[in-house]
C-alpha cells in the first residue's frame, strides 16, 4: 500500500525520503544518492524537525532547478517535480526513479543512500556499481557474428554530433577512442549494442514492420525497418504520422496549428520504448498496425525480469531497461529524457489530448500496447468492457485521490458504468479507497 505524501511526512526522514528546507547544494546530492540506491523522493519546504516551512515559486523556479540538476549530473538525472498544498503552503516533491546505469555523480563525487543519509562512495563501491551495470546487460557484450565491416562509420559519427548537440560539448578523440569510452567496443571488438546502434545496411536481428489496415486483414500500406536503431526511430515516426489523420485549426496566428487524432509526442514515446527494451535474442518480429480507429504495438518477448504489467501501471518498480548500452547511448543523444517514467508520462499525455490511456497487455510470446481514439478496441464486448476497467486503473494510478463523482466528472463516463469498473477493481484488489466519504478518494494498491 503506498502512503499519502502526509503520512510519508510524519513518518519522517528514511532511506527513500529526504527533507530540505530550500534548494540547494544538498539536494542534488541527495538527488544523486536516491538515483543510485533504490529511488526516493526529495521534499523542499520542510525542515528536519518535520515543521512545514513552504517555499516561494516563481514562473520558472520548477525549470530552472531541473536543468540545475540536469546539468550537474553525469550521466544526466532529469527527475519529475511536483508541486503541492498542504496547510496553505506550498511543498515541491522531487521524485527520484533508481537509475540502471550507475553510478550517478554530482560534480565528480558519488553519492548513495544508506538509512536516513546520504552516503559518499568509496572507489571499490564506484567500481562495484559500474560493474554490475555492465554484468547485467546482454548488449554490452561482445558480438562475435560482426565486425567493423558491418557498421557504418557515418552514423557513428551522426550519433556523436547529436550527442555533442544535447550535450553542449566536443569530444577530442577519435571516432573509435569515444567509442571505447562509452564501451562501445571492448578488446578492439565490436559490442552488441554498436552493431545495433550503426549497423551498415540490413540488419537481420532488428526487424520492424508497421502495416495501415483497413480491417485484420486489408493491409492498404506497409513498410519494413531492419535497419540501426536510430534511423528504426525516425523511420517508424515518419510512417505513423504520415498515415495519421490531421486537422488545421486556425488560432489567429501567423500560422495554422496541426492536430493529429494521437498526440504524437506518446507515440514516439512508445515507439522509442520498443526499440530500447526489446528483447533482441528473440528471433520474433516487431510489429505496428495503425487502424482507423486504433494503433497497436507489438514486441516479441515479456518484460524484462519479473516486471509485471501491474507494477509497470502503478509506477512502483524499479527502471532495469533490458539494452543497458543502447538505453545509455539513447539518453546520451536526448532520445530518452529519463528513466522509468515513460509509461505515466505516456498515459498522461493521452489523457491530456482527450484520448484515453493505452492498454498494456502481456501474452505468452510478446508485449502490446494499444492507443485507441475512443477506448474501444476491436474484438467485442470484452475486449472494450477489459479496455475500460484498464483505462480506469491506469488514470487513478496516475491521477490518484479522485472520488466517483470526480472521476464521472473528469472522465465523461456514465456513473452507473463507472461504479461497476471500480467495484470490479476493488473485489481483484487493484484499488483501494481512502479516507472519509466526503474527502477521501481512489488509491491504486
Known amino acids: 500500500m503506498t502512503l499519502s505524501i502526509i503520512e510519508q511526512i510524519q513518518q519522517g526522514e528514511s532511506d527513500r525520503l529526504e527533507f530540505k528546507s530550500s534548494f540547494q547544494k544538498e539536494v542534488i546530492e541527495s538527488v544523486v544518492a536516491f538515483a543510485n540506491a533504490k529511488g526516493g523522493m526529495v521534499v523542499i519546504g520542510i525542515d528536519d524537525k518535520q515543521q512545514i516551512l513552504g517555499v516561494t515559486l516563481g514562473v520558472e523556479t520548477l525549470q530552472n532547478w531541473q536543468n540545475q540538476i540536469k546539468n550537474s549530473t553525469y550521466p544526466q538525472t ?12 506550498q511543498l515541491v516533491l522531487i521524485r527520484v526513479q533508481e537509475q540502471p546505469i550507475k553510478p550517478i555523480a554530482y560534480k565528480q563525487r558519488y553519492f548513495k543512500r544508506v538509512r536516513n543519509a546520504n552516503h559518499l562512495m568509496s572507489l571499490d563501491e564506484i567500481s562495484n556499481e559500474h560493474l554490475k ?10 558480438d562475435t557474428r560482426h565486425d567493423f565491416s558491418d557498421i557504418s562509420q557515418d552514423k557513428i559519427i551522426s550519433l556523436i554530433q547529436r550527442i555533442e548537440r544535447h550535450q553542449h560539448k566536443q569530444f577530442d578523440d577519435d571516432l573509435f577512442g569515444i567509442l571505447r569510452k562509452y564501451e562501445l567496443i571492448k578488446d578492439d571488438k565490436l559490442t552488441w549494442a554498436a552493431y ?18 483497413k480491417s485484420n486483414i486489408s493491409i492498404i500500406d506497409n513498410i519494413d525497418i531492419a535497419t540501426d536503431l536510430p534511423t528504426q526511430v525516425d523511420t517508424a515516426l515518419d510512417f505513423i504520422r504520415k498515415h495519421l489523420m490531421v486537422e488545421f485549426i486556425i488560432t489567429g496566428a501567423a500560422e495554422r496549428t496541426e492536430r493529429y487524432d494521437y498526440p504524437l509526442d506518446a507515440i514516439r514515446e512508445i515507439v522509442i520504448n520498443m526499440i530500447v527494451h526489446r528483447d533482441y535474442q528473440d528471433s520474433g518480429v516487431s510489429i505496428i498496425k495503425i487502424f482507423d480507429d486504433r494503433i497497436e504495438f507489438f514486441n516479441p518477448g515479456k518484460l524484462h525480469g519479473d516486471l509485471t504489467v501491474e507494477q509497470l501501471l502503478s509506477g512502483q518498480y524499479s527502471s532495469k531497461p533490458r539494452n543497458r548500452a543502447i538505453a545509455n547511448m539513447f539518453k546520451e543523444a536526448g532520445i530518452i529524457e529519463r528513466y522509468g517514467s515513460g509509461i505515466a ?11 484515453p490511456s493505452p492498454i498494456f497487455e502481456e501474452f505468452q510470446h ?5 492507443v485507441s481514439k475512443n477506448g474501444g478496441v476491436s474484438g467485442g464486448v470484452n475486449g472494450g468492457v477489459n479496455g475500460g476497467v484498464n483505462e480506469l486503473l491506469t488514470f487513478i494510478t496516475t491521477t490518484p ?13 456514465p456513473q452507473r458504468t463507472l461504479e461497476r469498473w471500480l467495484k470490479q477493481l476493488k473485489e481483484e484488489q ?12 481512489y488509491y491504486a494498491k
Open 196 to 213: 545495433l546502434l550503426f549497423v551498415n545496411n540490413f540488419s537481420a536481428i532488428t526487424p520492424l514492420q508497421i502495416g495501415r489496415f
Open 366 to 370: 510478446g508485449f502490446r500496447v494499444t
Open 133 to 142: 551495470t555492465l554484468n547485467a546487460s546482454w548488449d554490452y557484450y561482445i
Open 345 to 355: 508520462r505516456i498515459c498522461n499525455i493521452c489523457l491530456d489530448y482527450g484520448i
Open 430 to 441: 487493484k484499488i483501494e479507497y481512502r479516507g472519509s466519504s466526503k474527502t477521501g478518494g
Open 78 to 89: 532529469i527527475p519529475d517535480i511536483d508541486v503541492i498544498d498542504i496547510e496553505g503552503k
Open 401 to 413: 485521490g479522485l472520488n466517483t463523482r470526480q472521476l464521472v466528472t473528469q472522465r465523461n463516463q
